[in-house]
């Protein structure tokens, strides 16, 4: 491996990141609420797909990302319909966002574009480009210092979005008298109902918070990383934001950190493809495997105890 490559490894973990990180916040509202969202897969990729749709028609980024935030969090609505008032099978209600969103999004697209499912590629306003910070291009242009520059400054707004969401969620969560009561629910939430706070309301909630970050994280893969919707784009990034929760025990900060590593390795495998060690060509698939090799080595019980919400997953009834 060539080390020189550093910088741009660097530069390239933050972009893989920012979908691992925005899906990841968007579970750790949801679940700390109590409402388990295995769901995140089908709405990055609805919002990812509808997000690159209304900015082709549309020629604004913008306009697409009112339209993906919007199909994410309607999702979100129907799992917390079905979580919340009907007491459904949350498991079951997310696994059937994620089919449906993948199956719709390739049909409406061929029907749509004539493309097998694949959006235009988006151009210019269409898509979201690097800010363009003043002094940005002479200080890309020195040399040494250039390279290390672009690796906190060659990113587009949501990419900062992504990073501010983390402590933003950690302080409400911990600090607020909101993020209390939330994290409450999640934990006991008979006794929030005791003290006259309503549980349904306080879910519901939670559950729009993480349609819309699931929402921006779809269109961060469509409109910035990449410049269309392809079938099933996400590539398992819904259940690696999900695992990252787990590794993290539910935690904003050390979840940042866990998407780091997830994005550290899907960059590693864009840097390695055709490397060789010994004289022996590593297929490509070797590397492309490491994020999803590293879900198992985490599940497999090498993280330790980890401690979910007491009533994640579980339907409240008002008269138990």
């Not at 029907?111 to 800010?131: D, V």
């Not at 969401?165 to 409450?184: C, D, I, K, N």
């Not at 939430?189 to 729009?208: C, H, M, N």
Request: hydrophobic share 50%; aromatic share 10%; net charge positive.
């Amino acid at each position: 491996m060539d080390f020189s490559l550093a910088p741009e490894i660097l530069s390239s973990t933050i972009r893989m990141s920012v979908p691992l990180i925005l899906a990841c916040m968007a579970g750790l509202w949801s679940e700390r609420a109590g409402i388990v969202d295995i769901g995140l897969e089908g709405k990055m990729l609805a919002a990812a797909f509808l997000s690159a749709s209304v900015a082709a028609f549309s020629g604004s980024a913008w306009i697409g990302l009112l339209a993906g935030v919007g199909i994410s969090v309607f999702f979100a609505l129907v799992h917390g319909y079905a979580s919340i008032n009907q007491r459904g099978n949350q498991v079951i209600s997310g696994l059937g966002i994620n089919f449906i969103a993948a199956g719709l999004a390739v049909v409406i697209g061929h029907s749509w574009f004539k493309q097998g499912g694949r959006t235009p590629q988006l151009e210019g306003a269409a898509r979201f480009s690097p800010i363009d910070f003043p002094g940005r291009d002479a200080l890309f242009a020195m040399d040494g210092i250039g390279r290390y520059a672009r690796i906190l400054l060659d990113h587009t707004i949501l990419t900062y979005v992504a990073l501010a969401v983390v402590p933003l969620s950690a302080w409400v969560l911990a600090r607020t008298r909101f993020g209390l009561r939330l994290r409450a629910v999640g934990e006991n939430p008979q006794a929030v109902d005791t003290a006259g706070i309503s549980v349904a309301r306080l879910r519901y909630e939670a559950v729009v918070i993480a349609g819309v970050l699931c929402g921006v994280a779809g269109v961060y893969l469509s409109t910035a990383l990449q410049t269309s919707f392809v079938r099933d784009m996400t590539g398992g990034r819904g259940y690696l934001a999900l695992t990252a929760l787990i590794f993290a025990n539910w935690r904003a900060w050390p979840a940042l950190f866990a998407c780091l590593l997830f994005g550290f390795l899907q960059a590693i495998a864009n840097f390695m493809q055709g490397a060789h060690f010994f004289g022996i060509d590593i297929p490509v698939q070797v590397f492309n495997s490491l994020p999803y090799v590293m879900t198992i080595v985490l599940l497999a019980g090498f993280i330790g105890k980890s401690t979910p919400p007491k009533a994640s997953g579980i339907p409240y009834t008002k008269d138990r």
